[in-house]
C-alpha cells in the first residue's frame, strides 16, 4: 500500500466549478510535490514544497493554487480550468529538500481529473 | 541541458522471456542520480532503484537487474524471467541538483502475456 495518499481518486468538474485534490502523508517527509501527467506522457513536474514553502513553481498556470496547511498535507485548489487540463494528478514526498535529493520520491496513487 | 530517452515505447514479451528495457541520459552535472520507476495500471509510481553518478556497480535484486554504464550514459533495466504481474509502464528519471527536479523519459510500456 502507497504511504501518500490522496482524494479523490476520481473527480469530474465543469470549467466553472472549484474544487481542491489532497494529499497526504505520514512519513515525516519534509518536501512534498505536484505531479501532472497526461495519458501516455511522463509525469511533468508543477509545484514543490519544502518545509511548507513553496520552493519551485513550473509555470504553473493561476488556475491551479496549491497549499501545504502543514507538513503532512498537500493541496491543490482548481478554479475555472479546461477540459485540456484533464489529467492525472499525482502528489509525491520524500525526505530530502529539493537540492539534496539522495532518496527517492514516494508517489500516491494519484487524482484523474476530467474536466467537461 | 538535462534529458533521459526511453527509446522503446511498447515492449510486448511471453512470460519467461528476459527482457532488456533501455535509457539513455543527458546532463552536464558531474554528480547526479538515475531512478527507474514502475507504474502500473493503478497509477502510482513505484519506486524500483536508485543509482548515483559516482557508483557504477551493477545491481541485481530478485529476478530485476540494472546496468550503469557512465561512458555511455546509460542506466538499462533487465527482468529475467518475466512475469504477468510485470506489466506496466516503467520510467528511467533524472534528478540533477541544478534544476532541483526529477526529470523523467517517455517510458516503456511492458506487456508480459501469459
Known amino acids: 500500500d502507497t504511504e501518500v495518499t490522496q482524494t479523490p481518486k476520481h473527480l469530474v468538474m465543469g470549467m466553472t466549478n472549484k474544487k481542491s485534490l489532497k494529499c497526504e502523508q505520514h512519513?515525516?517527509?519534509?518536501?512534498m510535490y505536484w505531479y501532472k501527467q497526461k495519458a501516455k506522457k511522463p509525469p511533468e513536474l508543477m509545484f514543490v514544497y519544502s518545509y511548507e514553502k513553496l520552493s519551485i513553481n513550473e509555470s504553473v498556470p493561476s488556475r491551479f493554487s496549491p497549499e501545504c496547511p502543514n507538513s503532512s498535507l498537500l493541496n491543490l485548489h482548481l478554479h475555472a480550468l479546461q477540459p485540456e487540463d484533464s489529467a492525472l494528478y499525482l502528489c509525491?514526498?520524500?525526505?530530502?529538500?529539493?537540492?539534496?535529493?539522495?532518496?527517492?520520491?514516494?508517489f500516491g496513487e494519484g487524482s484523474r481529473l476530467t474536466v467537461l | 541541458a538535462q534529458k533521459v530517452t526511453q527509446a522503446q515505447t511498447e515492449i510486448s514479451v511471453v512470460e519467461k522471456e528476459d527482457v532488456t528495457l533501455d535509457c539513455v541520459y543527458e546532463?552536464?552535472?558531474?554528480?547526479?542520480?538515475l531512478f527507474w520507476y514502475k507504474q502500473p495500471p493503478s497509477g502510482e509510481l513505484v519506486f524500483l532503484i536508485r543509482r548515483n553518478s559516482f557508483d557504477e556497480q551493477n545491481e541485481i535484486s530478485g529476478r530485476y537487474s540494472w546496468n550503469f554504464q557512465k561512458s555511455t550514459s546509460s542506466f538499462n533495466f533487465t527482468i529475467t524471467a518475466s512475469q504477468v504481474v510485470d506489466s506496466a509502464v516503467y520510467f528511467c528519471?533524472?534528478?540533477?541538483?541544478?534544476?532541483?527536479?526529477?526529470?523523467f523519459g517517455g517510458g516503456t510500456r511492458l506487456m508480459v502475456k501469459p
Open positions: 528519471a533524472l534528478f540533477h541538483n541544478a534544476g532541483n527536479m526529477l526529470t
Open positions: 546532463t552536464r552535472d558531474t554528480t547526479y542520480y
Open positions: 509525491a514526498s520524500s525526505q530530502d529538500v529539493p537540492g539534496t535529493l539522495t532518496g527517492e520520491l514516494f
Open positions: 512519513m515525516g517527509h519534509r518536501a
